[in-house]
């Protein structure tokens, strides 16, 4: 298994057990004004490349309809669009408000949740042909078409400039959905989020007589429209409107080679004590080692916690860094994580690779994709696991009723440079964390779905016991969607699920959604709602 595939190392981890068992953007309508560097038309001079617009009739269609991630959802939409131009995104949006259609955009379709794939949605723009990447003079910026995926961006951006995003592991994912999130990856410890290098957002949105139009909002304080670029620094996608370019200023240069790891433990031999000195070891190396500027932040790691009928815990990760310098921070982080656990690695590997090579890797040639069903819950945590929580985990990687190898705990380093920006700069409010955690299981058939979604839901539960069965109140906030969190059966903490991803700039976020999306026409079960609720017209069928 390649050591780079921070995604796909994960699945594949949680699956063990379902195994076992472009072109730059054109002209706007003839209506839209030549822009200012923040205004609602951007018109460039290359010719439009036709709209592309699939119905259930055309062969290409079950391909484009089943593009998501996670098998537990299926869409049926009566048309998918995949523009080369915003103008193309805007007539496919007022096409879909005129026909009081339900639309929804998908970049690289790596949810996990249903937000794309739902039998609600009736229009789907596929934004998988917008993936110029070029500077923008006028703009002092580098801009980036939503379509484009994390390793189409970091090849042309580096081939061509020698710079980078700070941003995703997976090379596939989609900027168009990674980027409103906040955007994290292997240098952000280095780095920063990518939001924090986002200068523009150029956003179609309906307005309240129903008129789809562009906007371009930048982060100027004189800019009119800057509430909207806020609202893309952390806010989501989904909520207010759908996102066709990006502009990023001062990128950084990334290192021109990494040290990448991967490093196995055996369960065998590891008691419950030893697993908690285990698990403690890793929480107190990420909180002594992610300080902005601290020599520990050039290594980024992902400590995957698995059943122990699967049979091995891993480390992957990597070092923004080579030669004995490299190696010596692996090693301190090695010799951290086995004090007193009695155990050594089974394996230790790694290797010297190109950054750019690190960053475009996709996969091992069996790499299965994305063939599961899929449950995610997630958080972030401003310090290690307590002991409580350790057990927790403890007890569901070894419990005996659940007879499935799959399911794991992955704990993220986090923190570094993305907490030295202040809270309130962007729309991010975790910006004082030190992990970011996730817990996945993944299985082949829809008939396991409650037993499977069920055993994530109570590892889930047990680990957050102290605070009502989810991270609130611990600093900790939710990132990856989770839609039981939108769901009184399944949070019954009496904390909304907006004050788990979004704290306190939640009010800030309706605001720039009452303006920009006032027929509330971009939602979802997570997206921002608006403060004076609108009802949505009928769909015609």
């Not at 730059?24 to 490349?49: I, K, M, N, Y």
């Not at 929804?104 to 596929?126: I, L, T």
């Not at 990856?480 to 788990?500: E, K, Q, V």
Request: aromatic fraction near 8%; proline fraction near 6%.
């Amino acid at each position: 298994m390649t050591e780079h595939t921070r995604r796909r190392t994960v699945l594949r981890a949680a699956a063990l057990g379902a195994a076992a068992a472009g072109a730059t953007a054109g002209a706007l309508p003839a209506a839209a004004a030549q822009p200012s560097l923040f205004s609602e038309a951007v018109r460039d001079a290359t010719p439009e490349t036709p709209d592309l617009v699939l119905d259930p009739h055309d062969p290409r269609y079950p391909a484009l309809a089943a593009r998501g991630y996670n098998r537990r959802f299926t869409g049926h939409p009566r048309r998918i669009h995949l523009p080369t131009t915003t103008g193309q995104v805007v007539r496919a949006v007022q096409e879909a408000v005129r026909r009081r259609e339900r639309v929804v955009a998908r970049s690289g379709g790596h949810g996990f949740e249903d937000f794309v794939d739902n039998d609600g949605v009736r229009v789907v723009v596929d934004l998988s042909r917008m993936t110029a990447v070029r500077h923008d003079d006028a703009r002092k910026a580098f801009m980036v078409e939503a379509g484009s995926t994390l390793g189409g961006a970091y090849r042309a951006l580096y081939v061509g400039w020698g710079v980078t995003l700070p941003a995703g592991w997976c090379p596939d994912v989609g900027l168009g959905g990674h980027v409103p999130g906040g955007g994290y990856g292997t240098l952000c410890r280095l780095h920063g989020l990518s939001v924090d290098r986002l200068y523009a957002v150029e956003v179609v949105v309906v307005d309240r007589e129903g008129r789809a139009r562009a906007v371009v909002a930048t982060r100027e304080e004189d800019d009119p429209n800057r509430d909207l670029w806020w609202a893309h620094t952390g806010g989501g996608a989904g909520s207010f409107g759908i996102v066709t370019r990006f502009w990023f200023r001062d990128l950084p240069e990334p290192p021109a080679s990494v040290l990448s790891f991967r490093v196995e433990w055996p369960w065998k031999g590891m008691d419950r004590d030893a697993f908690t000195r285990f698990v403690g070891n890793y929480g107190t190396w990420a909180e002594r080692n992610s300080a902005a500027g601290a020599p520990g932040t050039r290594l980024y790691s992902e400590f995957i916690l698995s059943r122990e009928a699967a049979g091995n815990h891993l480390l992957v990760g990597q070092v923004a860094d080579t030669g004995a310098a490299a190696r010596r921070l692996l090693d301190d982080l090695l010799s951290a994580l086995g004090r007193g656990v009695g155990t050594q690695p089974s394996l230790v590997r790694t290797h010297t690779l190109s950054w750019l090579t690190a960053a475009s890797v996709v996969g091992s040639p069996d790499d299965p994709g994305p063939l599961y069903r899929l449950a995610v819950k997630s958080a972030y945590a401003k310090r290690g696991l307590t002991r409580a929580q350790i057990h927790a985990v403890h007890h569901h990687l070894t419990r005996t009723d659940y007879d499935y190898p799959a399911g794991i705990v992955s704990l993220n380093t986090y923190g570094g440079r993305v907490n030295a920006v202040p809270t309130d700069a962007t729309a991010v409010a975790h910006r004082d964390s030190v992990l970011k955690l996730m817990f996945l299981t993944g299985w082949e058939g829809a008939a396991d779905d409650d037993k499977h979604r069920g055993f994530l839901r109570e590892l889930y539960r047990d680990v957050y016991a102290d605070t009502g069965g989810v991270p609130a109140r611990t600093g900790a906030f939710i990132n990856y969607a989770d839609g039981d969190l939108a769901d009184p059966r399944h949070n019954t903490s009496g904390t909304p699920w907006h004050a788990l991803y979004h704290g306190a700039h939640y009010p800030a976020l309706q605001r720039a959604k009452d303006r920009w999306d006032p027929r509330n026409v971009f939602h979802h079960r997570l997206s921002v709602r608006p403060t004076r609720p609108r009802p949505r017209p009928r769909p015609r069928h």
